[in-house]
């Protein structure tokens, strides 16, 4: 979709960083840009960019969905020192993940971002209860690539919302136009080669298209969509998703 990557913010040291502002609702009309960025590992943040974050975008929250581990190796942002509240809501077990019963077949992508909301629901449905807060302002969500555990979180609250199927996928499957850019600076930083083939690392279409239908089928009714079937199922109230709603698409 061609209005997409008018999405895209060009950062000095944040890859990957759009705004989900613009898709098309299924009532009509469209999301509403400055309420949520999704991004890559603010590791690389220059004072150029935390500025343009903080004066410019008004960025009040980040959700930081990394591990532990990679939170520690890495240190807090530069973006948390500029004083934006930072909270991390890790999306991977501890101990190693039990992936949920699925068919021989399904796609290992798919069995990921489905362990996602059943080893960490409660993280999932913390993340969203943010961003419906009354009081949320605008929010940046990342993990380390931005493109599989943010992406399922952001397809989820894109569904929940009322956007367009089609378009909720496409908002995923455009991380593969920065894949190559973020092993770029990554191996840049590490002084390693950049890998022959980074073809198993983009973000394939049908992989969000299966979870979503994975959801529709056990959560979705009247065929409203899966998202919200499931994030009320796993706690979050209803008052919290007319929020959620309302924040999207008010105009």
């Known amino acids: 979709m061609s209005a997409s990557v008018e999405r895209w913010l060009t950062l000095e040291g944040l890859d990957n960083v759009r705004d989900v502002g613009g898709l098309p609702l299924r009532s009509g009309g469209s999301t509403r840009p400055g309420i949520l960025l999704r991004s890559a590992?603010?590791?690389?943040?220059?004072?150029?960019?935390?500025?343009?974050?903080?004066?410019?975008?008004?960025?009040?929250?980040?959700?930081?969905?990394?591990?532990?581990?990679?939170?520690?190796?890495?240190?807090?942002?530069?973006?948390?020192?500029?004083?934006?509240?930072?909270?991390?809501?890790?999306?991977?077990?501890?101990?190693?993940?039990?992936?949920?019963?699925?068919?021989?077949?399904?796609?290992?992508?798919?069995?990921?971002?489905?362990?996602y909301l059943s080893d960490r629901g409660e993280n999932v449905v913390a993340a969203v209860r943010l961003l419906a807060a009354p009081d949320a302002g605008p929010t940046l969500v990342h993990c380390a690539a931005g493109k599989d555990r943010t992406g399922t979180l952001v397809a989820l609250v894109l569904d929940a919302v009322g956007v367009e199927r089609d378009a909720v996928v496409a908002d995923y499957a455009l991380s593969a136009e920065q894949v190559e850019a973020l092993f770029r600076r990554w191996t840049t930083a590490s002084g390693e080669p950049m890998p022959d083939d980074i073809s198993r690392h983009l973000p394939r279409a049908e992989v969000m298209t299966t979870v979503l239908d994975h959801l529709d089928?056990?959560?979705?009714?009247?065929?409203?969509?899966?998202?919200?079937?499931?994030?009320?199922?796993?706690?979050?109230?209803?008052e919290s998703l007319a929020r959620l709603r309302a924040r999207f698409t008010a105009e």
């Not at 890790?90 to 399904?106: I, M, Q, S, V, Y």
């Not at 089928?217 to 209803?238: P, S, T, V």
């Open 41 to 115: 590992s603010l590791h690389y943040c220059t004072p150029a960019d935390v500025d343009h974050l903080i004066d410019v975008i008004g960025l009040k929250l980040v959700l930081d969905l990394r591990t532990p581990r990679e939170i520690d190796r890495d240190g807090p942002t530069a973006v948390a020192r500029a004083g934006v509240e930072t909270v991390a809501l890790d999306f991977l077990p501890d101990g190693g993940r039990t992936l949920p019963e699925t068919d021989d077949d399904t796609d290992p992508m798919v069995r990921n971002y489905l362990g």
């Open 217 to 238: 089928a056990e959560f979705g009714e009247n065929g409203a969509g899966g998202a919200a079937g499931w994030l009320l199922a796993n706690g979050l109230d209803e």
